[in-house]
Antibody
Framework: QVQLQESGPGLVEPSETLSLTCTVSGGSISGSYWSWIRQPPGKGLEWIGYIYSSGSTKYTNYNPSLKSRVTISVDPSKNQLSLGLSSVTAADTAVYYC?????????????WGQGTLVSVSS | DIQMTQSPSSVSASIGDTVTITCQASQDISSWLAWYQHKKGKAPQLLIYAASSSQSGAPSRFSGSGSGTEFTLTITSLQPEDFATYYCQQANSFPLTFGGGTKVEIK
């Protein structure tokens, strides 16, 4: 059974870049769709974007509301995916989750990490 | 973006009760809908996909129905481990969007 674990700094200063890593175990990162989702305190879930990677094929899809600031990448050699979010503000404070899409549809998320809280503050 | 509206935002129920949660989409999404269970500090769990298909490992007391813009998650014979927050998510198009959540609490 695949397991996902998010990691990264718990505190980021305003205007800086938030960088998180999701380590995947129990399965290969290649050949699946991987998403990042976040949940600000007291608010709902917001999908950030996905990446698909298989061999030399890689493509991404980002939420238009964040597209100008988001980068999602994968490192198959480490079985990890990464999230970068630039020019952060307090509004980016949230629990960030990585998740895998089901084999039959990239729209359903069948495995999630436990999430990591990132606070944006000076 | 497709807006997803859940109701109620919270519900108090007792062990053994049946709980019904509704989700409304801002446009027709056919049966492209998922339901998730989320317990604080834990990874969200996919319960239902394609509006009514049970995810492997999900207890049979969870069922989903609906199509178009109106959907329902029903929990029959509520168990202690079911107290959690439930989210719907449209799977019709990107960006994926979620409902605001329904917290199921112990009465």
């Amino acid at each position: 059974q695949v397991q996902l674990q998010e990691s990264g700094p718990g505190l980021v200063e305003p205007s800086e870049t938030l960088s998180l890593t999701c380590t995947v175990s129990g399965g290969s990162i290649s050949g699946s769709y991987w998403s990042w989702i976040r949940q600000p305190p007291g608010k709902g879930l917001e999908w950030i974007g996905y990446i698909y990677s298989s061999g030399s094929t890689k493509y991404t899809n980002y939420n238009p509301s964040l597209k100008s600031r988001v980068t999602i990448s994968v490192d198959p050699s480490k079985n990890q995916l990464s999230l970068g979010l630039s020019s952060v503000t307090a509004a980016d404070t949230a629990v960030y989750y990585c998740a895998r899409a089901t084999p039959h549809s990239k729209f359903y998320l069948d495995s999630w990490g436990q999430g990591t809280l990132v606070s944006v503050s000076s | 973006d497709i807006q997803m509206t859940q109701s109620p935002s919270s519900v108090s129920a007792s062990i053994g009760d049946t709980v019904t949660i509704t989700c409304q989409a801002s446009q027709d999404i056919s049966s492209w809908l998922a339901w998730y269970q989320h317990k604080k500090g834990k990874a969200p769990q996919l319960l239902i996909y394609a509006a009514s298909s049970s995810q492997s490992g999900a207890p049979s007391r969870f069922s989903g129905s609906g199509s178009g813009t109106e959907f329902t998650l029903t929990i029959t014979s509520l168990q202690p481990e079911d107290f959690a927050t439930y989210y719907c998510q449209q799977a019709n198009s990107f960006p994926l969007t979620f409902g605001g959540g329904t917290k199921v609490e112990i009465k």
